[in-house]
């Protein structure tokens, strides 16, 4: 999954967003690989099997930012903003996936005690998120701003 994420890591504009997006990457990806050894781990899954997923892992970002940028060197500008779009639908999709069905699902599915504290944590998450994402709105951002967007940088009209 965090190889459909990766590949809109290169579709990307200015240097300053550049940055951004590089820094944001490299958080995600810690906290990806944390919780993905973890698992591996207390899974009990072999040293081989560890290996192997671990370096899948590790691959599949890189050549996720690389697939990115060449769509955006090669492709035309109606065919990029398809390709965009498709791409950010699939991370999208990816990421509902993995949060209601790898994550969440797996959480409610005992009966504990605690389910009431899990669903405050879900809520208060939600809500964190969405307050920020309401209070930097003005704040241009990474494909959202239409004059710093990667098609207009890039010079294509």
Do not use: W
């Amino acid at each position: 999954s965090s190889g459909i994420n990766a590949e809109y890591g290169g579709v990307s504009g200015s240097m300053e967003e550049l940055v951004t997006l590089f820094i944001s990457i490299i958080v995600h990806e810690v906290c990806l690989a944390f919780t993905l050894g973890l698992k591996l781990f207390t899974e009990g899954h072999t040293t081989r099997q560890f290996v192997i997923s671990l370096s899948f892992f590790v691959i599949s970002c890189p050549v996720g930012v690389i697939a990115g940028a060449l769509v955006i060197k090669y492709l035309a500008a109606t065919t990029l903003t398809k390709t965009v779009f498709i791409l950010k639908a699939l991370a999208t999709g990816t990421f509902v996936q993995v949060t209601f069905f790898e994550i969440l699902a797996p959480e409610f599915a005992e009966r504990h005690a605690n389910q009431l504290h899990k669903m405050a944590a879900v809520i208060l998450g939600f809500l964190i998120i969405s307050l920020t994402m309401y209070l930097l709105h003005d704040i241009p951002t990474v494909g959202r701003d239409s004059s710093r967007n990667c098609t207009a940088n890039l010079g294509v009209q």
